[in-house]
């Protein structure tokens, strides 16, 4: 008995340690589920006559010609960016999963972060600080993004 015991202990330390992602409260995952929505519709908006010269590149531009037909919403003529297909402004600027993303450079950033943030490590941290940023983490209950640890002894 006590050998199964020592068995589910280890199993349900992993469970607590993973953390899922943030539970939202409904009006906020409505919000999320529209942004996503509204997301699937908006058009790619690509640089005026981008698909026609090798040298523009198809990045947003503002088109500002005199006689451009994009500039002046002609038929034919891809969309151009406008504020008709921001996102909702609660959701604005939040990870898809609820939560909202703080870049981490070393463990001290990690004791700003609140309940209703993300911790993503900066792709400068190198591994050793990587892992010590992920325990401390894993401690105060924080989700990472991009956990990406290999175990410490392999240093």
Do not use: C
Not at 110 to 127: F, K, M, N, P, W
Request: hydrophobic share 30%; glycine share 4%.
């Amino acid at each position: 008995m006590q050998s199964e015991e020592e068995n589910d202990s280890p199993e349900q330390e992993v469970e607590e340690r993973i953390l899922k992602p943030r539970r939202t409260n409904k009006q906020l995952g409505e919000m999320l589920s529209l942004r996503e929505a509204l997301k699937s519709k908006r058009p790619e908006f690509k640089r005026q006559e981008s698909w026609r010269y090798k040298r523009v590149k198809p990045a947003w531009r503002r088109p500002r010609g005199l006689d451009s037909k994009m500039r002046t919403h002609r038929n034919g003529w891809p969309k151009s960016v406008n504020v008709g297909y921001r996102s909702p402004k609660s959701v604005r600027g939040l990870h898809p999963s609820g939560f909202e993303e703080v870049i981490v450079h070393n463990v001290k950033d990690l004791d700003e972060i609140t309940s209703d943030q993300a911790a993503r490590i900066s792709h400068t941290v190198g591994r050793r600080k990587r892992a010590d940023i992920v325990e401390r983490a894993e401690e105060l209950k924080i989700y990472v993004f991009n956990k990406r640890v290999r175990p410490v002894e392999t240093y």
